[in-house]
């Protein structure tokens, strides 16, 4: 539950326990949640709750498993970013892109937009922060995916 600090440290320590020391090199944060809202039906704790799970979420679980990612980066060879040593990928959406509106007939979403667009930056920030140690930051646009969010969109 990316919601709960509590929580994150628990898997956090479960995934250390079974790496037995040898460091993650991939951590993919992927839970995600929206409401389906317009714009004059959005809530302070809609926006609250989306937000802490699409933004607050992954950085608090960049922040706990970055140990065992640092670890997997040094035990790497050759210098340099690579997945081969250690990734930090957060699913984004296009629903996130202040450039683009794609979908904004369909679903107006903006708690979700907003989540997501923070979301990208947050992205952006751990690459450059974390770069120094070897680890890559990123986010990615999975394009659309068939779950009960997907079919949401009326997919």
């Not at 079974?18 to 944060?29: F, P």
């Amino acid at each position: 539950e990316v919601a709960d600090p509590a929580s994150i440290k628990a898997a956090a320590a479960k995934v250390e326990e079974h790496l037995g020391g040898s460091g993650l090199n991939l951590l993919i944060n992927n839970a995600g949640i929206l409401k389906l809202n317009t714009l004059d039906a959005e809530t302070s704790e809609d926006m609250r709750e989306i937000y802490t799970t699409n933004t607050i979420g992954p950085l608090l679980m960049g922040q706990t498993f970055l140990p065992m990612l640092k670890k997997a980066a040094q035990g790497s060879p050759g210098s340099g970013l690579s997945c081969s040593k250690a990734a930090i990928v957060n699913m984004s959406s296009i629903g996130g892109s202040i450039a683009s509106s794609f979908g904004w007939e369909l679903m107006h979403v903006t708690s979700y937009r907003c989540s997501k667009a923070a979301l990208n930056m947050l992205s952006k920030c751990q690459s450059l922060a974390y770069k120094e140690h070897g680890i890559r930051g990123v986010a990615l646009h999975p394009g659309w995916v068939q779950t009960d969010m997907g079919r949401s969109a009326g997919h």
